[in-house]
């Protein structure tokens, strides 16, 4: 659905950029938008490789999985509805450490892990269960203490104190994630 909401801008941007006669103007763009975005992967790719390998030694290490058992009080209040003994909490509580460092790259895996292992016991496969719904929240509107991700590029285009984010970062993750699932509580209790 995404595709398609940003095929329809683009071709609504380009026609009005033929129409009103700046087609060079919109080949300068679509070429200019395709190095841009390269230079960025190109950019960004160290610190990716440098997390997700991070990530990775601390799966392997047990790292994770000794977050995880820390963790696990508090997620079994937000998910009742899992047992204790769910793979998916792990993976759950991986998605938190790695989107509270601002790795969304290194939490996405986990994150798809966690969905699946929710998916297993769904007995509605078409339909989201409460579980998953509160993942979702948590993870969209998840606690960042450190933005590396953000930090990262705001080193990039040269900001003169990039870490100055962190803050409001932690301020607007926090309260964006109460809300959230304060949100879903109170919607669950309502159904």
Request: proline fraction near 5%; charge should be positive.
């Amino acid at each position: 659905m995404v595709n398609k909401i940003w095929l329809l801008f683009i071709l609504i941007g380009s026609f009005f950029m033929i129409l009103t006669g700046n087609v060079a103007s919109l080949n300068e763009q679509f070429l200019k938008g395709g190095l841009d975005g390269i230079k960025l992967l190109w950019d960004m790719m160290p610190l990716l490789v440098l997390w997700s390998g991070i990530m990775n030694n601390a799966q392997e290490s047990g790292l994770l999985d000794k977050f995880a058992n820390l963790m696990k009080p508090f997620l079994k209040k937000l998910f009742p509805s899992l047992p204790s003994s769910s793979k998916a909490l792990g993976y759950i509580a991986s998605n938190i450490a790695a989107n509270g460092l601002g790795l969304g790259s290194a939490a996405t895996p986990f994150g798809l892990k966690a969905m699946a292992e929710m998916q297993k016991d769904n007995p509605k496969q078409d339909e989201a269960t409460p579980a998953m719904v509160t993942f979702l929240i948590l993870n969209t509107a998840g606690v960042t203490i450190i933005p590396t991700t953000v930090i990262a590029m705001r080193s990039m285009y040269h900001s003169a104190n990039p870490s100055e984010i962190i803050i409001t970062g932690v301020l607007a993750t926090i309260c964006s994630s109460i809300a959230g699932l304060l949100f879903d509580y109170f919607k669950r209790r309502r159904l």
